[in-house]
């Protein structure tokens, strides 16, 4: 039976497209899978769970919230993990759409591989910036202060934060967006030399083989949702990177 691993969908209402395709996916694909592994920015942004209950936003979601609960009903397993524009997910959501929220990173065994997973945004340690910015965000008590604002306020410092980060990207070479090596070498040594590393945020897909410590290891890198989806198929003794038409 199939697993799928995906990543960096960044729903949102302004890409409606991209939603439709996601949600014909799921129907066609999915439905006939054992498992579906999203790894991370599977929305633009989210300020909170309560999105959820809000007059005005509430509804954008809900045939996705649909479709997710009845996949998990069917019996097909679903996983997520937060990246940088949803690590606000919280229990509601998954308890909404019947998924298991994971911390990143996790280790799977499938394809007959150990298989790391992670979104991949803790391994851009040149991006020092980031880091700050991604230490800040992710402590309870920021995000216990945040959560308390009211969700127009939210949404508001969210815009600005996605305004900066865009401006901040525009000057930051590509080189320190990406991944370091001696971080994804200490990833690695730390979950004892896992055969691979899956993950996506830098939305540069491809397969790198790598040596750790004498230790054979393959990074897998998943891709966006933006013209085409690259998702992670992974069968009973097989893995591979396939791209999907939106
Ligand atoms: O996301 P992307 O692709 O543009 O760039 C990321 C890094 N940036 C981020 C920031 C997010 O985009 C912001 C939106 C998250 C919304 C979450 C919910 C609400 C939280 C609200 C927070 C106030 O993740 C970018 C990396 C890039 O990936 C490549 O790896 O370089 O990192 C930066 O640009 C670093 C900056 O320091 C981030 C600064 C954000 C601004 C925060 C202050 C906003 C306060 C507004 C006050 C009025
Ligand atoms: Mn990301």
Partial sequence: MTTWV???????AQRPAVTQAFLHW???????AKALYILGDFFEVWVG????????????????????????TQGVQLYL????????????????CGLTLLTDPVQVQLAEKSILLSHGDALCTDDVAYQQFRQQVRSPAWQQAFLSQPLAARIA??????????????????????????????????????????HGHT??????????????????????????????????????LVTLSL
């Fill in 6 to 12: 995906i990543s960096d969908l960044h729903l949102c």
């Fill in 26 to 32: 799921l129907h066609t694909e999915v439905s006939q």
């Fill in 49 to 72: 769970d309560d999105l959820l209950q809000d007059a005005e936003h509430g509804h954008e979601f809900l045939p996705v919230i649909e479709a997710l609960r009845a996949l998990s």
């Fill in 81 to 96: 993990m937060h990246g940088n524009r949803d690590f606000l997910i919280g229990d509601a959501f998954a308890q909404a």
């Fill in 157 to 198: 410092f969210a815009q600005n934060a996605r305004q900066q980060s865009a401006q901040n990207k525009a000057s930051q070479s590509m080189h320190i967006m990406d991944v370091n090596a001696d971080a994804v070498a200490q990833l690695i040594r730390d979950h004892q030399y896992p055969e691979v590393l899956l």
């Fill in 203 to 240: 939305h540069r897909p491809a397969v790198h083989a790598l040596t750790v410590d004498g230790h054979a290891c393959e990074r897998w890198v998943l891709g966006d949702w933006h013209e085409t989806a690259v998702v992670a198929r992974l069968d009973a003794q097989t893995m591979q």
